[in-house]
């Protein structure tokens, strides 16, 4: 194959060897690419700066050989560098880190291009670089939109199960949403009022009606968006518990599988939450 052009987001990065660097991008036309970078650990190297984590670059790449097999960087300049402003800032970073991991996960296959979730990642990373928006919201925001653009939109207007218009005040992860008196199944989490309506909220980019939410509603929907997530990635993301949010009410997430043979339900597993969610923030 060809040797090919793109800008992307520099996602994560391994040491190898000596010298050399592994680095991952989630790049516009070709989604997640995993290619490696030659010498550029070295003091001379002029692609170094270019390809660490937070940086927008535009970079050029020589696809390896076979499925599975890691391109060559030819070239990679710097478009656009978050990382000073996130690293100095403990709130920021750790969202931010949140946010890369999370548009990897998302991502899928290899070469699969997802303009819209590189868009999202990028928005989120400038919303916490120039401090548009607390943290939390913007990891949180970032979250839900992400889900949305992968086909995993929370249902939250109306029981995800018969369909009924809401409110209702029930939330199963295992569905996708919330769920009425009749369909609620064992697991549940109870919304306290104003949940569903703040994470609508953050969902449509509706900024002033997310302001005026209370810190106990920020919190549960920081935990509903985390363990929706988390639900279907059907992983922990390792960056989650390096966000501080101080105490949050635990969110019940239905075991998988389920028993049915036992009287009583087992204890639901509880999924630690996240100050981390995003979008492009106006």
Same mark, same amino acid.
């Given at each position: /194959?060809? #040797? ?6 520099? =996602? ?22 995993? &290619? ?10 002029? /692609?170094?700066?270019? *390809? ?17 097999? @890691?391109?060559?960087?030819?070239? &990679? ?10 690293? &100095?800032?403990? #709130? ?25 979730? @590189? ?27 992400? /889900? ?7 249902? @939250?207007? +109306? ?20 769920? +009425? ?8 989490? /109870?919304?306290?009022?104003? =949940? ?13 009606? =997310? ?17 929706? *997530? ?9 960056? @989650? ?6 105490? =949050? ?7 998988? #599988? ?25």
């Amino acid at each position: /194959m060809h #040797p090919f052009t793109d800008s992307g987001l520099v =996602v994560r990065t391994y040491d190898l060897g000596e010298a050399d660097r592994i680095v991952t991008l989630l790049t516009e036309h070709h989604g997640l690419v995993r &290619a490696v970078a030659r010498a550029v650990r070295r003091t001379r190297s002029r /692609m170094g700066a270019s *390809l660490e984590p937070f940086a927008v670059v535009e970079v050029q790449i020589a696809p390896g050989r076979g499925r599975s097999g @890691l391109g060559t960087v030819r070239q &990679a300049s710097s478009r656009e560098s978050l990382a000073r402003p996130l690293v &100095a800032d403990y #709130p920021a970073y750790t969202s931010g880190c949140v946010v890369l991991e999370t548009a990897e996960r998302l991502a899928g296959e290899e070469g699969a291009p997802t303009p819209r979730l @590189l868009g999202l990642a990028v928005g989120a990373l400038r919303s916490l670089a120039e401090h548009r928006r607390p943290p939390g919201l913007v990891a949180d925001a970032f979250l839900l939109r992400a /889900m949305a653009a992968s086909g995993w939109e929370p249902v @939250l207007d +109306c029981c995800v199960s018969c369909g009924v218009v809401g409110p209702h005040r029930a939330f199963h992860v295992a569905s996708g949403g919330t769920v +009425c008196v009749h369909c609620r199944p064992q697991g549940c989490a /109870m919304l306290s009022p104003g =949940v569903a309506e703040h994470l609508s909220a953050l969902l449509g980019g509706d900024w002033d009606a =997310v302001t005026v939410s209370s810190p106990a509603v920020v919190r549960q929907a920081s935990g509903i968006a985390a363990a929706h *997530l988390q639900w279907h990635l059907e992983r922990d993301l390792r960056s @989650l518990p390096l966000v501080d949010r101080g105490t =949050v009410d635990p969110v019940p997430v239905e075991p998988r #599988p389920v028993d049915p043979v036992l009287a009583e339900p087992r204890p639901v597993e509880t999924v630690e939450e996240s100050r981390a969610r995003t979008t492009q923030i106006p």
